[in-house]
């Protein structure tokens, strides 16, 4: 391709500086909603957590550093216990509440580098990446301590409990994040 030695003028540097500036401040703000909308579709809009589309996305690129690197990851699932008796006792705010506190205390519990995510309902998983064997035992303890230690304070009336299930990741089974899910949720009866 010839380069040409001329200034090169395009529709964007055609008008005045004012005029160029505008557009460039047009094109950003265009650019920022198209970051918050890709956002706003891969998160669950009440725990703020990766929904079922954003786990996808960020767990299968932490499970391909794994497979890269040779580190093993564990899945992990998760379901409230008698959800849906927190609704129709107390009330769908009262069922949003009990959905945050989890996602709260699971944010905590895991380290940065795992994936966390609310599949649906009171579904929630998460990619532990470069554990393998994890003690779940030991988590379940852990998570309960802390949403005991919510549940005494804010007196609701009722506990959060919930279900634990694992799998590992097998990179001669598991293709994809998607399989893991899919074992998960036979699991977990679905
Ligand atoms: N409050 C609230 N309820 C929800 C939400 N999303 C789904 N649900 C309700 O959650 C219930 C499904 O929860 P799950 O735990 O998956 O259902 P389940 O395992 O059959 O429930 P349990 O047998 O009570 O453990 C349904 O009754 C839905 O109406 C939400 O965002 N907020």
Do not use: W
């Not at 040409?4 to 047009?26: F, I, M, N």
């Not at 960020?58 to 216990?81: H, K, S, V, W």
């Not at 129709?88 to 959905?99: N, P, S």
């Not at 279900?163 to 899919?182: F, N």
């Amino acid at each position: 391709m010839l380069i040409s030695g001329k200034p090169h003028t395009t529709g964007v540097c055609a008008g005045t500086p004012q005029q160029e500036r505008e557009l460039l401040r047009d094109l950003a703000r265009k650019a920022e909603q198209e970051l918050i909308g890709v956002q706003m579709a891969s998160m669950d809009e009440l725990t703020l957590l990766p929904n079922r589309h954003g786990f996808l996305a960020l767990a299968q690129l932490g499970l391909e550093a794994c497979g890269q690197l040779g580190r093993p990851a564990t899945l992990l699932f998760f379901n409230l216990d008698d959800f849906k008796r927190i609704n129709y006792l107390f009330g769908r705010t009262e069922g949003d509440h009990a959905l945050k506190t989890f996602a709260d205390v699971l944010s905590i519990g895991f380290r940065e580098s795992d994936v966390i995510g609310r599949l649906e309902g009171a579904t929630f998983v998460a990619l532990l990446t470069g554990s393998c064997g994890v003690d779940v035992t030991a988590i379940k303890a852990r998570l309960e301590e802390m949403l005991d230690e919510r549940n005494t304070m804010a007196h609701r009336g009722y506990g959060i409990g919930f279900s634990i299930g694992q799998i590992e990741y097998d990179p001669t089974a598991h293709d994809s994040v998607e399989e893991l899910l899919v074992e998960a949720e036979k699991a977990l009866g679905r």
